[in-house]
């Protein structure tokens, strides 16, 4: 489809602005752009069926099944956008006063309750723009907690192999050493956590259940182990949407978490973003939170800044209008709804895995969380399609592959988390495609390295685009 | 409530599948100690009737002023009907990162239309797709510019100072010192610059228009960063490059900054948009994702998500930022906006908001006991001196639902002003200044 750089016509525009009586003011010649503003020219009616085609070249949720493993694509409700788009929160200044925006101040207040009692942390905060933003937010507040105890020497973050990229990119951006250790039977393994734990060790991160979907069942043991040798545990919430209801990190024993509030609570995901990154803490972490924080005193809502604060990690308080879009998303489910959530998305997910076990390998058997791995190496080694080739295939039955090649500890994994807002008409289905792809995997008939054939764009030449970088339009 | 489709009947079925009698025994892995046998100590679920009712009340808590004069890093510009609606389309918002290119054509196509317009207005050649918010970008474009063995960075004390708190968190994590410089007549001191021991220097960070609103001598900036083998930041408001030179044209190779005026709602400061751009030297160093362009087999033009070797998917603690989701939408919704305003509505928007705050500047000096802080060009903000309270000006203001500027102390103020005030409006600011004073 052309650019819209390529539809510019001379002279063509949409928005008009209003007449103004202001004359124009002179500035120094020195001061202004000589350059082009390159931006395209184009009319209202251009503008609207450029952007409405290129949407319809956007597989979302609202287009089908999603299962894409630790990204957790459920159905993002149409009135947390509605609540969004009030006045009230979108046409308020973060720096106004306080007293002006009691509302927004309320609702990073009851986000925080409502998500502190599902997770059993003391103190919620908002700032940090995602998941991995909260991570790099809460392992600088473990840096500064030891600095300010004097114990200078905790340079280590203990990570096991199974988890997500960011873990050891966000301890790196802290100046930690990442020990990263082998997984035994998909869980950690005491004895090689004995190992590495020592006086040296900052923090453990970990996520629970895991990137394959495994509860940690040794979990008291690990974080208790962890604290006897001054660590911290740190629970990465990307995978909160198996145990909302169930059970809380803070009593498995983590300290402080962040949890992904575009994934388990639903706010769109936008294409890759915005979420919020919320980051929970213990009690004796709250004066290291980013400021300000939220505190209610006399029936009102005040900032105040945590006397040890790492300061700030974004300008103000984070991506408030996705906060608002959970909040709206808490409300609505309920104390009743949440745990209905967790336990539907933990069923679902074993329901096509027992289905899948009947055509795939497992590297795990027994039972799932809310997401589950397969294992395709057999269909690599017996007949040379890979883990790749059946996503492509899938994506001429109009769903959304599962993740791929990930975690990393699978050869040729696949990551399905269904969610719990798929109904059972809908996992048959997929089950029914799989099924139908190993079939035509094992007869051969098709060659499933071309797959897809269906859709309007083939697969890309991504060589060609890494090796000679096009990143704009007309260079 | 829970958006849970399957029937009791269904679920039964699927439980007869996997083999056991209860959702329960799932969760056999979870110690007793922590399985929880209450419920959650929350208010039961609502509906949707309710849900919005209640939002509604507590947005309502919120006051919507009719006009503003506050600025200081969040703006309130005109945002065309257009882009709200087209950035809403379920396609866009409901995909996750397009990693499967043959079914994101659209996604990575407008990634790539947003990255090429802020390329344009920046004159520069490298755009990532996004990072959290202006601060957060700074802080990465202040990682990217560090060299090896030179941990110290020097900047601007005219930097927004959430900027700078932000800066300081990311230093302390990356153990990097920074140093700050002085301002004169609220601009950059270039003295004061000239006189800091470069010895372990790897870059100077300024902004401009700065915090306080004045246009700051870039290109000496950059020339001295030149000189002396560092590398230079320009933080920049992508809305003042419609008029103002922009960092490309002064010799600046890296430039970040928030992009909320470009058709972002200021929604109590996010989600906003922060972006990078840089010269090419960069490209392999940018944080984040970037949209570039190729054939699929058939020959077909298209777009993929590439230079993916940067990314902590694959280079884990060896990647330079763990950024992961980032601002997506906002860029969608930045580049609908850069769309919609075009060539000239961007700089109309520019032209305008200046001709504003030099007419508001102009009246308000006239007043008696108002005065400019410091003499220097400036964009749509500058600061005023007052011998009224602030407190009792924007007092006063506000019994007029207008919202008065930023204070920055007892007796001075941030005044901004954008294209979306008329003069009406402007002039009943004026009167109301004048009032007060008596």
């Known amino acids: ?475 | 409530m829970s958006y849970v489709v399957t029937s009791e009947k269904e679920k039964k079925q699927m439980l007869e599948e996997i083999g056991i009698s209860s959702i329960e025994e799932l969760y056999k892995d979870i110690p007793k100690e922590v399985f929880l046998t209450e419920p959650l100590n929350l208010e039961e679920g609502k509906s949707e009737f309710e849900v919005l009712a209640e939002m509604r009340k507590i947005a309502q808590k919120n006051v919507i002023f009719d006009s503003t004069f506050r600025g200081a890093g969040s703006y309130r510009h005109l945002i065309p009907e257009v882009v709200k609606h087209l950035s809403s389309l379920s396609g866009f918002a409901t995909s996750y990162t397009p990693y499967q290119a043959e079914i994101s054509q659209g996604n990575l196509q407008s990634i790539f239309e947003y990255q090429s317009e802020i390329c344009n207005l920046c004159d520069l050649e490298v755009s990532n797709s996004s990072i959290y918010d202006g601060a957060s970008a700074s802080c990465e474009a202040l990682v990217m510019s560090l060299k090896r063995d030179k941990n110290k960075v020097l900047i601007s004390k005219a930097i927004h100072p959430n900027y700078i708190d932000a800066i300081k968190a990311y230093a302390f994590a990356r153990d990097i010192r920074i140093e700050e410089i002085d301002i004169e007549e609220g601009l950059t001191s270039l003295d004061n610059l000239k006189k800091k021991d470069l010895e372990s220097v790897s870059s100077i960070i300024v902004q401009s228009p700065n915090f306080y609103g004045l246009i700051e001598d870039v290109e000496s900036i950059s020339t001295f960063s030149k000189d002396n083998k560092l590398e230079c930041v320009e933080i920049v408001n992508p809305i003042s490059l419609g008029m103002l030179k922009t960092p490309g044209e002064m010799g600046v190779e890296l430039a970040c900054g928030e992009a909320q005026p470009l058709g972002l709602d200021q929604g109590f400061g996010g989600p906003y948009l922060g972006f990078i751009a840089a010269s090419n030297k960069y490209l392999r160093k940018i944080p984040g994702r970037i949209v570039g362009q190729t054939t699929d087999v058939n020959d077909k033009e298209a777009y993929v998500l590439t230079l993916q070797a940067r990314e902590q998917h694959i280079r884990r603690e060896k990647a330079s930022s763990s950024i992961c989701s980032n601002q997506a939408l906002s860029a969608l919704r930045c580049a609908i906006y850069m769309a919609a305003m075009g060539k000239q509505g961007i700089k109309e928007v520019a032209k305008r908001s200046f001709n504003n705050a030099h007419y508001a500047m102009e009246q308000i000096t006239n007043i008696d006991g108002f005065s400019r802080k410091w003499k220097g060009e400036f964009f749509h903000e500058f600061v005023i001196d007052t011998k009224v309270d602030v407190d009792l000006i924007n007092k006063a203001l506000k019994e007029n639902n207008i919202e008065g500027p930023y204070k920055l102390g007892k007796n001075e103020m941030l005044v901004c002003l954008t294209e979306a005030l008329s003069k009406t409006e402007i002039d009943k600011f004026i009167d109301i200044l004048r009032q007060v004073k008596k």
């Open chain 1, 1 to 475: 489809m052309n650019l819209i750089f390529e539809k510019s016509i001379e002279n063509h525009r949409c928005t008009i602005l209003p007449k103004t009586d202001i004359a124009d003011y002179k500035i120094d010649d020195s001061y202004l752009r000589k350059t082009k503003v390159k931006l395209p020219e184009i009319a209202e009616v251009d503008l609207v069926r450029h952007y409405t085609n290129l949407s319809k070249k956007t597989f979302g949720v609202d287009n089908g099944f999603y299962p894409l493993g630790s990204c957790t694509m459920k159905y993002n409700p149409k009135v947390n956008d509605s609540c969004a788009a009030l006045r009230g929160f979108s046409e308020i200044s973060p720096n106004s006063d306080e007293e002006d925006v009691q509302g927004a101040l309320e609702v990073i207040w009851e986000s925080d309750r409502s998500l502190c009692e599902i997770t059993g942390m003391d103190k919620m905060v908002f700032q940090p723009g995602a998941g991995a933003h909260a991570e790099f937010t809460s392992l600088l507040m473990i840096k500064k907690y030891f600095h300010t105890k004097g114990d200078l020497n905790r340079t280590k973050i203990i990570i096991p192999d199974s988890a997500h990229g960011t873990n050891p990119a966000s301890a790196s951006m802290n100046g930690f050493n990442v020990i990263s250790i082998e997984s035994k039977n998909g869980i950690i393994d005491l004895e090689k956590l004995d190992q590495v734990l020592d006086e040296s060790v900052a923090a453990l991160m970990l996520t629970n259940p895991n990137t394959l979907g495994l509860y940690d069942k040794g979990i008291l043991e690990i974080t208790k182990k962890v604290h006897a040798c001054g660590a911290l545990c740190y629970y990465d919430g990307a995978n909160l949407n198996a145990i909302m209801g169930i059970c809380k990190p803070g009593a498995m024993g983590f300290d402080c978490i962040h949890l992904n509030l575009h994934k388990t609570f639903s706010t769109p995901h936008g294409g890759g973003g915005p979420g919020v990154g919320a980051l929970g803490c213990k009690s004796f972490l709250m004066d290291f939170l980013p400021t300000p924080i939220v505190i209610k005193e006399n029936e009102s809502f005040k900032f105040y800044k945590p006397v040890n604060s790492i300061n700030k990690v974004t300008a103000f308080y984070g991506n408030f209008l996705v906060l608002v879009r959970a909040l709206s998303y808490l409300k609505h489910l309920g104390s009743n709804g949440i745990r209905e959530a967790s336990e539907n998305a933990v069923l679902n997910a074993n329901y096509m895995k027992a289905k899948l076990s009947k055509t795939f390998n497992e590297p795990f058997s027994g039972y799932c969380m809310h997401e589950f791995v397969l294992d395709l190496s057999s269909f690599k080694e017996g007949y040379g399609i890979r883990a790749l080739d059946v996503c492509k295939r899938m994506l001429d039955f109009k769903m959304h592959p599962p993740t791929m090649y990930f975690p990393l500890i699978v050869h040729e994994a696949l990551m399905f988390e269904p969610t719990e807002t798929e109904g059972k008409h809908t996992l048959d289905k997929a089950i029914e495609v799989l099924e139908k792809i190993v079939n035509e995997i094992k007869s051969g008939n098709l060659d499933l390295t071309q797959a897809p054939f269906t859709t309007e764009y083939s697969r890309m030449d991504e060589v060609k685009a890494a090796r000679n970088p096009i990143i704009r339009y007309g260079n």
